[in-house]
């Protein structure tokens, strides 16, 4: 490969692939990422927890309301 003065793809190049090999080696040692957690109802679902049980409801595990789906009349 011939570079004129002044010419820095192949360097550009080159640097990008010790790059990618660095942090390709990097990703490999196991360093995974710790499981998401279940987040905890909000206060505003503890409060309305009680009127959304007697309507048939729950409090999901990461927050938030859910009523099971109705079969169609």
């Given at each position: 490969m011939l570079m004129k003065?002044?010419?820095?793809?192949?360097?550009t190049r080159l640097a990008g692939m010790a790059l990618l090999a660095g942090l390709s080696a990097c990703a490999e040692i196991g360093h995974t990422p710790p499981p998401p957690q279940a987040r905890q109802p909000s206060v505003l679902d503890r409060a309305v927890a009680p009127a959304v049980k007697q309507l048939g409801g729950r409090i999901a595990?990461?927050?938030?309301?859910e009523f099971p789906a109705q079969p169609p009349r």
């Open positions: 003065e002044g010419d820095m793809s192949g360097w595990p990461q927050g938030g309301i």
